[in-house]
């Protein structure tokens, strides 16, 4: 849809993929049920697809057209406002990248994975961040040299010990 091309932040990046997940829920492709959860939340929808499974959807985009992008601080209990927060099943990142203009593309490039995979390191802007890099491949992620699953990490009252020992 040449309307998609029109993408131009990450603000129209989500709305596009809110509508297109709503169409697929319209159109009984995906009888799935999304929630936005709020301004700054992570992750930016739950996914509820029945019996009680609850999954999370971070969306991201680049304009600059790179593979890569800074995610959410590590302290997610601290930031985020979902009630959820325990119960999902699995976290995923969907990102969107506008390609650069050297490159001979006319459309936008999605790629999605478990957020856990495409997590490569911490940075500490204002806070320790997570950095996403969806070109990474299997073993490189923080959590494999780290030593902890990101499902365990993320639910450690201060995961920053972790971190820091590391």
Known sequence: DPNYLKCASGDDFENCVQECLDLLHKERIFPAVFEHNGAHAFPDLTIFCGEGKRYGLEIKYSQSGNWHSN????????????????????????????????????????KYNKYSEVISRIEVTHSPRYLIDMQLHQGQTIFDKLEVPYDELRKQPNPIKTILKY
């Open 71 to 110: 995610g959410n601080s590590v302290f997610e209990s601290i930031s985020n406002k979902n009630k959820f927060f325990d119960s999902y099943e699995e976290i995923y990142l969907i990102f969107g990248r506008k390609p650069k203009a050297r490159e001979s593309i006319d459309h936008l490039e999605v």
